[in-house]
Antibody, heavy 118, light 110 residues
């Protein structure tokens, strides 16, 4: 069974840090560009960052550039998002997802909630 | 305000055909393919259409996509109650180097 499982969400104060993880099973993570996508409560989807299959290219939405870092460990079939200097507006459910090879399948995790609040 | 625009809401009665538009620019939809996602409350998005008009296996042929210039559309024919959901278009923006989602369209089946 194909699965993406996120973990690491929680409540953090403004200015704090969190590291999200995404563990893949049932498919080879290294075959895909991977992304983090977030959804603030009651709002639409917002793409946050992506990373190429071999980790050689990374892109970020402007609002998180310089604060968030995406990385991957293909040997562990895992994706990560290091989030520093968190802001209240970063509060959202964070999903990991495949964003390439659409004809081969598109996979999403169940999401992990990050709440930034004092 | 998203750089890719969708109507916030759409509606139809069972059996009807509805379309959802997605308007972008020459740096995103005009340059790259469009994907469409369906999202039910509290669940992860599900891919409906990729590369403008391709359906993943398992997606009914009631769903179809098209693109012309800097705009794209999702059409749903034979509307069913289970189609009530939020729908998002997305395309890669070559100027911003980001995936840009539309703001989403809430479809109501009356």
């Amino acid at each position: 069974e194909v699965q993406l499982v996120e973990s690491g969400g929680g409540v953090v104060q403004p200015g704090g840090s969190l590291r999200l993880s995404c563990a893949a099973s049932g498919f080879t993570l290294s075959s895909y560009w991977m992304s983090w996508v977030r959804q603030a409560p009651g709002k639409g989807l917002e793409w946050v960052a992506n990373i190429k299959q071999d980790g050689s290219e990374k892109y970020y939405v402007g609002s998180v550039r310089g604060r968030f870092t995406i990385s991957r460990e293909n040997a562990k079939n895992s994706l990560y998002l290091q989030m520093n200097s968190l802001r209240v507006e970063d509060t959202a459910v964070y999903y990991c997802a495949t964003t390439s090879g659409w004809s081969s399948g598109n996979y999403w995790g169940q999401g992990t909630l990050v709440t930034v609040s004092s | 305000q998203s750089v890719v625009t969708q109507p916030p809401s759409a509606s139809g009665t069972p059996g009807q055909r509805v379309t959802i538009s997605c308007s972008g620019s020459n740096s995103n939809i005009g340059r790259n393919t469009v994907n469409w996602f369906k999202q039910l409350p509290g669940t992860a998005p599900q891919l409906l259409i990729y590369n403008n008009n391709q359906r993943p296996s398992g997606v009914p042929d009631r769903f179809s996509g098209s693109k012309s210039g800097t705009s794209a559309s999702l059409a749903i024919s034979g509307l069913q109650s289970e189609d009530e959901a939020d729908y998002y278009c997305v395309a890669w923006d070559v100027s911003l180097n980001v995936w840009v989602f539309g703001g989403g369209t809430k479809l109501t089946v009356l």
